[in-house]
């Protein structure tokens, strides 16, 4: 009985170091290597632990379009849920020391793929970005999708890594925000006209059609501008909001089903609710 309960120990130990050994396993990779995933992958998730005075330091920097999130003050430690778990992220600090702690900290949080940059920031080589803030809005450029249009909220629609605020895209055709019934009906007033310059001809063909349509939905109720003090001119109720949506989904829908856009479901959309 003893033989078996020093077994049943042996194996328990060996069990929770092998627990152990998965817990804490963030590969080390060196700048050069670190330069290429950023190269490679743009995915990739870089996280500077340095402090904020570390991070917007004049004369070094960090490097472009790092995040950071201090280790020695606390913040990783408080949001690091605002990090995937399961996305590729590499982080490093000044040389390699909170790193590996910060590192060890988010393995051991489940995140699955973590890679801790050895020799840290003091080895980096290539192409560094200091915290400038050219529009204002409190991302810095390097980070900021309209690095020269406010918007804080970096909003971006239609995903092509274009905020709203400086997407040509953006179907703000009566330049007020957001994109609403007023634009739907501005397109809808062109529809099927050609040449060039055409208002509502959104993805610039020559024709204004369903493809310009289906822009005008990506961004629907989206603002194209943003302004610390937007004017509520030109917005409709929120209950109109919803029931415009329904309306541009149904236009929308009798576009794809019939040769000819249905002209009464146009006006009756217009009439209710402009």
Not at 40 to 61: F, H, K, M, P
Not at 264 to 274: A, G, K, M, P, V
């Amino acid at each position: 009985m003893k033989i078996k309960l020093s077994t049943f120990f042996v194996l328990l130990i060996a069990f929770s170091v092998v627990i152990n050994s998965s817990a804490l396993a963030h590969t080390n990779v060196t700048p050069q290597e670190a330069k290429n995933m950023i190269d490679s992958n743009d995915q990739l998730i870089v996280v500077d632990v340095r402090e904020l005075s570390e991070y917007c330091d004049a004369t070094a920097g960090h490097i472009p379009g790092a995040l950071n999130y201090p280790w020695s003050s606390g913040v990783l430690q408080e949001r690091y849920e605002e990090l995937p778990r399961d996305g590729e992220i590499l982080v490093y600090c000044h040389s390699g020391g909170r790193s590996h702690v910060a590192s060890n900290f988010l393995d051991g949080n489940g995140f699955l793929y973590i890679y801790d940059m050895a020799g840290g920031f003091s080895s980096w080589q290539w192409e560094t970005a200091g915290c400038v803030d050219s529009d204002g809005d409190g991302v810095n450029d390097d980070l900021d999708n309209c690095p020269n249009n406010f918007n804080p909220s970096q909003r971006d629609s239609d995903g092509d890594g274009a905020g709203n605020a400086c997407d040509p895209n953006c179907p703000n055709l009566d330049g007020l925000n957001p994109v609403n019934f007023i634009d739907f009906s501005m397109l809808a007033q062109n529809w099927q006209v050609t040449g060039p310059n055409v208002a509502g001809d959104l993805n610039m063909d020559n024709i204004v059609d369903i493809n310009d349509l289906a822009i005008l939905s990506d961004y629907w109720l989206s603002d194209c501008y943003e302004e610390s003090d937007v004017s509520v001119v030109g917005r409709l109720s929120t209950d109109v909001r919803g029931e415009g949506l329904i309306c541009i989904e149904e236009a929308i829908e009798d576009k794809r089903l019939s040769a000819f856009f249905n002209t009464d479901l146009y006006e009756c959309c217009t009439n209710q609710f402009l």
